[in-house]
């Protein structure tokens, strides 16, 4: 059983910046696409970050501009970074991470972490 460690969540001022990461407790293989979901309280879960193992990102638009995704590998297990600046009171939510794996591109999550966007 894969697990994920988030962190980098918590309380900012509008304006304001973090960076989300999440790491798996072990190596995942065939690796598709790794990404950022977030949910707000009485909203669907949606999809605000993805980058896919060539490279390509992609974002909703409320984001663009603002918020970047990465990855680093460190002893064979892949890292993704979500950087958020210019944080909004809207971008208060869970953040999870997204891992897609293999050929039936298996969806792997993260346990949530908390941002929220107040003054």
């Known amino acids: 059983q894969v697990q994920f460690v988030e962190s980098g969540g918590g309380l900012v001022q509008p304006g304001g910046s973090l960076t989300l990461s999440c790491a798996a407790s072990?190596?995942?293989?065939?690796?598709?696409?790794m990404g950022w979901y977030r949910q707000a309280p009485g909203e669907q879960r949606e999809l605000v970050a993805l980058?896919?193992?060539?490279?390509?990102?992609?974002?909703i638009d409320s984001v663009k501009g603002r918020f970047t995704i990465s990855i680093s590998r460190d002893n064979d297990k892949k890292t993704v970074y979500l950087q958020m600046n210019s944080l909004k009171p809207e971008d208060t939510a869970v953040y999870y991470c997204?891992?897609?794996?293999?050929?039936?591109?298996?969806?792997?999550w993260g346990q949530g972490t908390q941002v929220t966007v107040s003054s």
């Open positions: 980058i896919t193992s060539g490279g390509i990102t992609n974002y």
């Open positions: 997204n891992v897609r794996a293999g050929v039936a591109n298996y969806y792997y």
């Open positions: 072990r190596r995942i293989f065939s690796i598709n696409a």
